[in-house]
């Protein structure tokens, strides 16, 4: 008898907790919303998400004008994916397509009706799922196909969140009351920073000859090739620059692009040839990221 009663107690108390919990929890959450509504709570995150890539990845000329103003269905599935997948490419979604890659597209899932994240959470507003896959490389995989080929081969140790999602303590929600209900968690960087490699990322050698160069360069810092891509059209420029009495004799380049370019550890041999003999060649390494109009320079040294 005893046990019976003290059974229908706690049945009570599961049956409260639940409903109390169902207050906090707000349905449209689970019909995959735009990336506004995320932030509604996860304000932080959600505005560094609007500076990144993801976000623009259907609306960024480039896009629009490789697809032939969104003609071409088959370029859909990675730049508005509807749930991400490890091993292929995501199918594409209907709705919200402004967004681009948006919250859901990376983090819903329809088998747990639930928000798959890092961590093992609390969250009364949407159901969570603890899931370990999101701190490593393979949540990238489905989308960054060949960049990710390039990484395994390189058996680097870091994943790519370490070099593009780095982290900060911090709060994961900025709405009241959650905000103080919460530890501090590590928020990793949601703008996808690209980076730029340094100085010290490249083992370069030259060897000069009377009227001609030869330069070995070797990628030894970035655990994929540079550039890389599975569909933009990134591109790196080495220069060299021959000098005689300190005036500026001539210049030749070499540019490398994502079918060739400077592998993990792979040393390459890149050959200049001279109008007439020198005495100084400076090497310069500058890179454009496929959609930046600008060059950038990576790195100059004097030989
Ligand atoms: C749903 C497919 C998809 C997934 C999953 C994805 N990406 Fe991307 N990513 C893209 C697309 C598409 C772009 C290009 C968007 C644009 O510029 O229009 C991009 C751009 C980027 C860029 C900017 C590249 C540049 O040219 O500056 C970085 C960095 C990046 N992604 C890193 C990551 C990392 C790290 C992960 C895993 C945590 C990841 N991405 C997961 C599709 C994806
Ligand atoms: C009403 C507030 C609220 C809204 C709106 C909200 N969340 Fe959350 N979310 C939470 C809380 C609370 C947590 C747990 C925070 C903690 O433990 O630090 C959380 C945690 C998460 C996590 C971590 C899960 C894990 O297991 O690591 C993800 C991912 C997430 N939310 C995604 C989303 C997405 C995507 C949206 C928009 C569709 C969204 N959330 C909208 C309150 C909200
Ligand atoms: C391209 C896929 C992608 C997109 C788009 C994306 N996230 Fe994430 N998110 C991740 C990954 C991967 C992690 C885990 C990083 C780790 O632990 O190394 C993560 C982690 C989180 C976490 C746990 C805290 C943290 O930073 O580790 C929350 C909360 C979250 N995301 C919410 C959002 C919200 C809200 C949006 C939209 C504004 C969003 N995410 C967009 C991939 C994505
Ligand atoms: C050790 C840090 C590190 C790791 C790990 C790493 N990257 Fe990178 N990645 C970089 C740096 C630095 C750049 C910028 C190179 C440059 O100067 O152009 C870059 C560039 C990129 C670009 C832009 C393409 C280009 O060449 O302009 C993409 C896309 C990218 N990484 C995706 C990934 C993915 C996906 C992974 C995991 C499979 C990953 N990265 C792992 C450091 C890293
Ligand atoms: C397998 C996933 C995938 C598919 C399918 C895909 N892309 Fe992408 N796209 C990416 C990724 C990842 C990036 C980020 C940089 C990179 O790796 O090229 C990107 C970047 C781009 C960029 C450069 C960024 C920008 O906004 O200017 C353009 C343009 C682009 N894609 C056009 C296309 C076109 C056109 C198609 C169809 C022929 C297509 N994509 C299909 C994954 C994909």
């Not at 979604?93 to 961590?119: A, L, Q, W």
Request: with cysteine.
């Amino acid at each position: 008898m005893r046990k019976i009663i003290s059974l229908f107690l706690l049945s009570i108390l599961f049956y409260s907790c639940d409903s109390l919990f169902k207050v906090f929890q707000e349905e449209d959450l689970l019909e995959r919303p735009p990336a506004k509504r995320c932030a509604d709570c996860h304000r932080d995150i959600y505005n560094q998400w609007k500076e990144s890539r993801h976000s623009l990845s259907w609306i960024s000329e480039g896009y629009k004008k490789a697809t032939q103003n969104y003609k071409k269905t088959k370029c859909f599935s990675c730049h508005i994916p509807y749930e991400i997948k490890i091993e292929e490419k995501p199918h594409w979604r209907k709705k919200h397509r402004e967004d681009g890659i948006n919250c859901v597209s990376c983090h819903f899932k329809d088998e747990t009706k639930s928000m798959h994240g890092p961590y093992d959470v609390f969250s009364p507003p949407h159901p969570s799922t603890e899931d370990k896959t999101y701190k490593t490389s393979k949540i990238c995989l489905g989308c960054h196909q060949e960049t990710y080929k390039q990484w395994l081969v390189s058996k680097s140790e870091k994943q790519c969140q370490d070099c593009h999602m780095p982290a900060k303590k911090g709060s994961l929600i900025q709405k009241f009351p959650f905000e103080y209900l919460h530890f501090p968690k590590d928020v990793h960087n949601h703008s996808f920073p690209t980076g730029i490699a340094k100085d010290n990322d490249f083992l370069i050698k030259v060897e000069k000859n009377q009227t001609s160069i030869k330069v070995y360069i070797t990628n030894t810092g970035i655990p994929h090739n540079i550039p890389t891509a599975d569909n933009g059209k990134p591109k790196l420029y080495l220069i060299a620059v021959f000098y005689k009495d300190g005036k500026e004799i001539y210049r030749d380049f070499e540019m490398f692009f994502p079918k060739k370019s400077l592998a993990y550890n792979r040393e390459y041999i890149s050959e200049f040839i001279s109008v007439e003999p020198f005495d100084k060649v400076k090497i310069i390494l500058e890179r454009k990221l496929s959609w930046e109009k600008k060059r950038e320079k990576i790195l100059e040294k004097e030989f």
